[in-house]
T-cell receptor, first 115, second 112 residues
């Protein structure tokens, strides 16, 4: 157990629907990162939050949004789902928001299948 | 922008063989370099890291040396085991951002 908890582990939904993925960071970690892993795109950074505030944005679609709550858990909301959104979505956490040499702790991921 | 290039997989080796997985990078400034490993059905785990030139990261028999002159961070292990079968990702952070940029991953399969 890495200490980063993601729920649900698996999700199957239809095109056009909306889903919410949840992440609880490791105790003491203030930064949360979301990544999408797909066969054709590899690991793509989506977004980072630090202590409730957005810190960095990557290749996140407008149909996707995220937030980090006061208890530091984070949610990734995916709407108007398309077949191409099927992927593994990983959450990771770290102690800081910036700087070199920081290693993340990853959760085990949520596998989203859009049918 | 920052990028990481890894050798294509899959890499298939017999147990006790020597492993090298090549990784080169492009980055602004002086990046920190990482190797992550992903076992089947699991998330990524940090394997080792190096934060400045000529540093050697090591863990579980794996090693990688930060080579600034060749912008490389090749992963090596002297004797692989079946349990090392996984996907290995080279990654970096650069500048003040903590966002990781990953390579495409290299699948390693070790057979008896």
């Amino acid at each position: 157990d890495s200490g980063v908890t993601q729920t649900p582990k698996h999700l199957i939904t239809a095109t056009g629907q909306r889903v919410t993925l949840r992440c609880s960071p490791r105790s003491g970690d203030l930064s949360v990162y979301w990544y999408q892993q797909s066969l054709d795109q590899g690991l793509q950074f989506l977004i980072q939050y630090y202590n409730g505030e957005e810190r960095a944005k990557g290749n996140i679609l407008e149909r996707f949004s995220a937030q980090q709550f006061p208890d530091l858990h984070s949610e990734l909301n995916l709407s108007s789902l398309e077949l191409g959104d099927s992927a593994l979505y990983f959450c990771a956490s770290s102690t800081s928001s910036q700087g070199q040499g920081i290693g993340y702790t990853f959760g085990s991921g949520t596998r989203l299948t859009v049918v | 922008g920052n990028s990481v290039t890894q050798m294509e997989g899959p890499v298939t080796l017999s147990e006790e063989a020597f492993l090298t997985i090549n990784c080169t990078y492009t980055a602004t400034g002086y990046p920190s370099l990482f190797w992550y490993v992903q076992y089947p059905g699991e998330g990524l785990q940090l394997l080792l890291k190096a934060t400045k030139a000529d540093d050697k990261g090591s863990n579980k028999g794996f090693e990688a040396t930060y080579r600034k002159e060749t912008t490389s961070f090749h992963l090596e292990k002297g004797s692989v085991q079946v349990s090392d079968s996984a996907v290995y990702f080279c990654a970096l952070t650069a500048g003040t951002a903590s966002k990781l940029t990953f390579g495409t991953g290299t699948r390693l399969q070790v057979t008896l």
